[in-house]
């Protein structure tokens, strides 16, 4: 798992940082559920908005997405 928070998206590191460390945590908690892929997570301006369970409940949303995910041989 990848992730990219530009600076231009959200200004301040403490910002960015928090974003980083809860996709993070989000990931390591869900890893086992996902499919063998490499998934890159891209932050925007919105992300600096939302609150940590906001934006926990959308990444949990998001990883439950990508299990429904069709498995190639």
Sequence with gaps: MGQTVPKKQIKLA???NRFKRLVRESFRL???SLPAKDFVVIARKSAKDLSNEELRALLHKLWQR?????QKK
């Design 30 to 32: 869900h890893q086992h």
């Design 14 to 16: 403490v910002d960015r």
């Design 66 to 70: 990508l299990s429904q995910l069709p």
